[in-house]
Protein backbone atom coordinates (compact mmCIF):
# COMPACT_ATOMS: atom_id res chain seq x y z
CA UNK A 1 0.00 0.00 0.00
CA UNK A 2 1.42 3.37 -1.30
CA UNK A 3 0.93 5.74 1.84
CA UNK A 4 2.44 9.09 0.23
CA UNK A 5 1.24 10.22 -3.43
CA UNK A 6 3.46 12.63 -4.63
CA UNK A 7 1.96 14.78 -7.67
CA UNK A 8 3.02 15.51 -10.44
CA UNK A 9 4.67 12.60 -11.51
CA UNK A 10 6.67 14.27 -13.88
CA UNK A 11 7.49 17.48 -14.75
CA UNK A 12 9.51 19.54 -17.75
CA UNK A 13 9.85 23.30 -17.59
CA UNK A 14 11.92 26.01 -18.35
CA UNK A 15 14.61 27.71 -16.68
CA UNK A 16 13.03 30.85 -14.73
CA UNK A 17 9.85 29.20 -14.01
CA UNK A 18 8.21 28.44 -11.07
CA UNK A 19 6.57 25.64 -9.57
CA UNK A 20 5.22 23.67 -7.09
CA UNK A 21 5.30 19.89 -6.26
CA UNK A 22 3.07 18.10 -3.95
CA UNK A 23 3.19 15.18 -1.03
CA UNK A 24 -0.12 13.72 0.08
CA UNK A 25 -1.33 10.94 2.77
CA UNK A 26 -4.43 10.30 4.04
CA UNK A 27 -2.92 9.76 7.61
CA UNK A 28 -1.13 12.11 9.93
CA UNK A 29 2.47 12.63 9.62
CA UNK A 30 4.83 13.11 13.08
CA UNK A 31 7.25 14.93 10.28
CA UNK A 32 7.60 14.82 6.98
CA UNK A 33 11.16 14.54 4.63
CA UNK A 34 12.10 16.10 1.42
CA UNK A 35 14.89 14.55 -0.53
CA UNK A 36 16.41 15.60 -4.01
CA UNK A 37 18.08 12.23 -6.24
CA UNK A 38 20.24 13.08 -8.68
CA UNK A 39 20.87 10.42 -11.49
CA UNK A 40 23.47 8.27 -10.40
CA UNK A 41 23.17 9.16 -6.62
CA UNK A 42 21.27 8.72 -3.72
CA UNK A 43 19.12 10.73 -2.37
CA UNK A 44 20.21 13.83 -0.35
CA UNK A 45 18.32 15.49 2.69
CA UNK A 46 16.91 19.19 1.63
CA UNK A 47 14.49 19.79 5.13
CA UNK A 48 12.33 18.48 7.58
CA UNK A 49 9.28 19.66 8.78
CA UNK A 50 7.26 18.88 11.78
CA UNK A 51 5.04 21.20 12.85
CA UNK A 52 1.73 21.82 11.36
CA UNK A 53 1.91 24.81 9.33
CA UNK A 54 5.74 25.10 9.49
CA UNK A 55 6.99 26.95 6.35
CA UNK A 56 10.61 26.79 5.83
CA UNK A 57 12.95 28.46 3.10
CA UNK A 58 16.05 27.28 1.54
CA UNK A 59 17.11 29.72 -1.11
CA UNK A 60 14.78 29.26 -4.11
CA UNK A 61 12.85 26.05 -2.04
CA UNK A 62 9.80 26.95 0.10
CA UNK A 63 8.82 23.53 1.58
CA UNK A 64 5.26 23.89 3.72
CA UNK A 65 3.80 21.06 6.09
CA UNK A 66 0.07 21.42 6.12
CA UNK A 67 -2.27 22.48 9.17
CA UNK A 68 -3.55 18.82 9.73
CA UNK A 69 0.29 17.42 9.10
CA UNK A 70 -1.23 15.24 6.37
CA UNK A 71 0.30 17.26 3.54
CA UNK A 72 3.05 19.06 2.37
CA UNK A 73 4.10 21.18 -1.01
CA UNK A 74 7.95 21.92 -2.15
CA UNK A 75 7.55 25.27 -4.60
CA UNK A 76 10.36 26.24 -6.53
CA UNK A 77 10.95 30.15 -7.54
CA UNK A 78 13.20 30.28 -10.87
CA UNK A 79 14.05 27.02 -12.02
CA UNK A 80 17.53 26.21 -12.76
CA UNK A 81 18.81 23.47 -14.21
CA UNK A 82 20.62 22.54 -11.34
CA UNK A 83 17.00 21.66 -9.79
CA UNK A 84 16.61 18.90 -12.18
CA UNK A 85 16.26 15.65 -10.06
CA UNK A 86 13.79 13.56 -8.32
CA UNK A 87 12.09 15.08 -5.70
CA UNK A 88 11.25 12.22 -2.79
CA UNK A 89 8.76 13.07 0.05
CA UNK A 90 9.44 10.74 3.21
CA UNK A 91 7.53 10.20 6.79
CA UNK A 92 8.88 8.02 9.57
CA UNK A 93 6.63 6.34 11.18
CA UNK A 94 6.86 7.63 14.67
CA UNK A 95 8.86 4.91 15.82
CA UNK A 96 12.76 4.31 14.96
CA UNK A 97 12.14 2.12 12.45
CA UNK A 98 12.19 3.69 8.45
CA UNK A 99 11.11 5.95 6.34
CA UNK A 100 8.51 5.69 4.05
CA UNK A 101 9.20 7.55 0.71
CA UNK A 102 6.40 8.88 -1.69
CA UNK A 103 6.01 7.61 -5.46
CA UNK A 104 8.50 11.01 -6.49
CA UNK A 105 8.38 13.52 -8.24
CA UNK A 106 10.96 13.89 -11.66
CA UNK A 107 11.65 17.46 -12.29
CA UNK A 108 13.54 18.05 -15.98
CA UNK A 109 14.32 21.94 -15.93
CA UNK A 110 15.42 22.86 -19.63
CA UNK A 111 17.53 26.03 -20.88
CA UNK B 1 34.38 12.83 7.52
CA UNK B 2 33.27 10.26 4.71
CA UNK B 3 29.82 9.47 3.67
CA UNK B 4 28.11 6.16 3.34
CA UNK B 5 30.15 4.48 1.12
CA UNK B 6 28.79 1.34 -0.73
CA UNK B 7 30.23 -0.63 -2.81
CA UNK B 8 30.39 -2.13 -5.75
CA UNK B 9 28.96 0.86 -7.61
CA UNK B 10 28.01 -1.75 -10.32
CA UNK B 11 27.18 -5.18 -10.28
CA UNK B 12 26.47 -7.62 -12.91
CA UNK B 13 25.39 -10.95 -12.00
CA UNK B 14 23.80 -13.86 -13.97
CA UNK B 15 20.77 -15.71 -13.05
CA UNK B 16 21.19 -18.12 -10.29
CA UNK B 17 24.71 -16.62 -8.69
CA UNK B 18 25.28 -14.68 -5.93
CA UNK B 19 25.12 -11.31 -5.49
CA UNK B 20 26.77 -9.36 -2.21
CA UNK B 21 26.35 -5.58 -1.48
CA UNK B 22 28.12 -3.95 1.33
CA UNK B 23 27.40 -0.70 3.08
CA UNK B 24 30.24 0.95 5.74
CA UNK B 25 27.73 3.89 7.71
CA UNK B 26 29.36 7.51 8.52
CA UNK B 27 31.91 7.10 11.51
CA UNK B 28 29.46 7.12 14.77
CA UNK B 29 25.87 5.45 12.67
CA UNK B 30 25.11 2.51 14.42
CA UNK B 31 21.54 2.59 12.68
CA UNK B 32 21.80 0.87 8.90
CA UNK B 33 19.00 0.59 6.45
CA UNK B 34 18.40 -0.98 3.01
CA UNK B 35 16.61 0.53 0.74
CA UNK B 36 15.48 -1.03 -3.05
CA UNK B 37 14.90 1.48 -5.85
CA UNK B 38 13.30 0.19 -9.21
CA UNK B 39 13.67 2.25 -12.40
CA UNK B 40 11.19 5.78 -12.21
CA UNK B 41 10.02 4.66 -8.61
CA UNK B 42 10.80 5.97 -5.40
CA UNK B 43 12.31 3.69 -2.46
CA UNK B 44 11.34 1.10 -0.84
CA UNK B 45 12.12 -0.05 2.91
CA UNK B 46 14.04 -3.30 3.09
CA UNK B 47 15.83 -3.93 6.22
CA UNK B 48 16.65 -2.24 9.34
CA UNK B 49 19.69 -2.83 11.19
CA UNK B 50 21.48 -1.91 14.17
CA UNK B 51 24.82 -3.19 15.21
CA UNK B 52 24.51 -7.20 15.15
CA UNK B 53 20.76 -6.78 15.66
CA UNK B 54 18.41 -7.30 12.84
CA UNK B 55 15.49 -4.24 14.42
CA UNK B 56 13.01 -4.64 11.22
CA UNK B 57 13.32 -6.68 8.16
CA UNK B 58 9.80 -6.22 7.39
CA UNK B 59 10.05 -4.54 3.66
CA UNK B 60 12.44 -7.79 2.75
CA UNK B 61 11.83 -11.02 0.63
CA UNK B 62 11.52 -13.81 3.02
CA UNK B 63 13.54 -16.34 0.54
CA UNK B 64 16.61 -15.74 -0.80
CA UNK B 65 17.84 -12.24 0.99
CA UNK B 66 19.62 -11.85 4.38
CA UNK B 67 21.30 -8.92 6.12
CA UNK B 68 23.71 -8.57 8.68
CA UNK B 69 25.59 -5.40 9.99
CA UNK B 70 28.55 -7.25 12.24
CA UNK B 71 30.12 -5.30 15.58
CA UNK B 72 33.06 -5.20 13.15
CA UNK B 73 33.41 -4.23 9.33
CA UNK B 74 30.06 -3.20 6.91
CA UNK B 75 26.78 -4.06 7.03
CA UNK B 76 26.19 -6.55 3.79
CA UNK B 77 22.93 -7.06 2.11
CA UNK B 78 23.02 -10.59 0.03
CA UNK B 79 20.64 -11.85 -2.46
CA UNK B 80 21.13 -15.67 -3.29
CA UNK B 81 19.77 -17.28 -6.91
CA UNK B 82 19.49 -14.08 -8.35
CA UNK B 83 16.52 -13.70 -10.83
CA UNK B 84 16.40 -10.97 -13.14
CA UNK B 85 13.64 -9.27 -10.94
CA UNK B 86 16.60 -8.26 -8.53
CA UNK B 87 17.41 -6.00 -10.88
CA UNK B 88 17.98 -2.76 -9.16
CA UNK B 89 19.28 0.21 -7.31
CA UNK B 90 20.09 -0.82 -4.01
CA UNK B 91 20.84 1.94 -1.33
CA UNK B 92 22.05 2.01 1.90
CA UNK B 93 21.50 4.81 5.28
CA UNK B 94 22.80 5.40 7.54
CA UNK B 95 22.07 7.45 11.14
CA UNK B 96 23.44 8.16 14.28
CA UNK B 97 20.06 7.10 16.26
CA UNK B 98 16.66 5.59 15.31
CA UNK B 99 14.92 7.95 12.20
CA UNK B 100 12.33 9.46 14.50
CA UNK B 101 13.05 13.01 13.40
CA UNK B 102 16.51 11.95 12.50
CA UNK B 103 18.52 12.84 9.46
CA UNK B 104 19.36 9.94 7.66
CA UNK B 105 22.08 9.87 5.30
CA UNK B 106 22.13 7.74 1.72
CA UNK B 107 25.19 6.24 0.16
CA UNK B 108 25.62 6.44 -4.09
CA UNK B 109 23.75 2.96 -3.94
CA UNK B 110 24.50 -0.22 -5.96
CA UNK B 111 23.36 -1.44 -9.10
CA UNK B 112 22.68 -5.16 -9.50
CA UNK B 113 21.70 -6.32 -13.32
CA UNK B 114 21.10 -9.95 -13.41
CA UNK B 115 21.61 -10.96 -17.04
Known amino acids: TQLLEQSPQFLSIQEGENLTVYCNSS?????LQWYRQEPGEGPVLLVTVVTGGEVKKLKRLTFQFGDARKDSSLHITAAQPGDTGLYLCARDTGTASKLTFGTGTRLQVTL | NAGVMQNPRHLVRRRGQEARLRCSPM?????VYWYRQLPEEGLKFMVY????????ESGMPKERFSAEFPKEGPSILRIQQVVRGDSAAYFC?????????????FGQGTRLTVV
Open chain 2, 93 to 105: ASSPRGLSNTEAF
Open chain 2, 27 to 31: KGHSH
Open chain 1, 27 to 31: SVFSS
Open chain 2, 49 to 56: LQKENIID
